[in-house]
């Protein structure tokens, strides 16, 4: 299980990424989405560099809020019709690994 929780991380980390490289490359991204694509960024770092030292309760913690996150930047992402279809991609995307990862957890 163990295994299977490093590789869900490592793909969620990997989605985060994508989004934020699509975030730089984007010129008229929302604050709010671009705060929750960082925020997302910092979060997920915590939660590998404290993974190995963390309880499965605040393992769980954080996982959620990452979950949190990401479902605000998914709202914004779909209320605003101008992002490029990458941007959307990447941010659903994320979306869905963190929806994976939490399943995976529970």
């Given at each position: ?97 963190l929806q994976e990862l939490k399943r995976d957890l529970h």
């Amino acid at each position: 299980m163990q295994q299977q929780l490093k590789q869900r991380f490592d793909r969620v980390e990997r989605a985060i990424g994508a989004a934020s490289q699509a975030c730089s490359a984007e010129r008229n991204l929302p604050g709010e989405l671009r705060d929750c694509i960082h925020k997302l960024d910092r979060q997920a770092d915590k939660v590998i560099q404290g993974s190995a030292a963390l309880d499965a309760a605040a393992l769980t913690r954080m996982v959620e809020e990452l979950g949190v996150l990401g479902e605000r930047a998914r709202r914004v992402c779909v209320n605003v019709p101008t992002l490029t279809a990458q941007m959307k991609s990447a941010v659903l995307h994320v979306h869905e690994e963190l929806q994976e990862l939490k399943r995976d957890l529970h």
